[in-house]
């Protein structure tokens, strides 16, 4: 009995783990790794890549003035938006959304810190100001 007891006490308390509300302020710690690439807010420029206000519920290939590889284009030709599932696709392996992408990063495998990161970036507006 008091293993069954324990057994449910561990489940519990990993599903409250893996419900648990993404934390902002772990994105924007996370968002550094991204920062050599893109930019937010709004003084945001190109860099590498596209800046990364208002991506959140953007079309694929959203930034007028970015030259997106043909994976993104036909992503946003198809119709594509990047919603938080998306999103946390693309950031777990680029490469697996868009084979041919112009993104040189491995990914983020800890799903909670895809989590927070997309959180962070789902604060920002399209103008780069925040919600």
């Known amino acids: 009995m008091r293993v069954l007891f324990v057994s449910a006490l561990l489940l519990v308390a990993a599903t409250g783990a893996a419900l648990a509300d993404p934390d902002v302020a772990k994105g924007e710690t996370s968002f550094k790794k991204c920062m050599a690439c893109h930019a937010v ?51 777990t392996n680029p490469k697996v959304l868009a084979p041919k992408g112009k993104m040189a990063f491995a990914g983020i495998k800890n799903e909670d810190e895809r989590k927070d990161l997309i959180a962070f970036l789902a604060q920002f507006n399209a103008d780069g100001t925040k919600k």
């Open 41 to 91: 807010g709004p003084d945001a420029k190109v860099k590498v890549g596209p800046p990364l206000n208002g991506i959140v519920g953007a079309k694929w290939a959203h930034f007028e003035g970015y030259a997106y590889s043909a994976d993104i284009k036909d992503g946003a030709a198809a119709g594509k938006v990047w919603d938080e599932a998306n999103l946390d696709n693309y950031l």
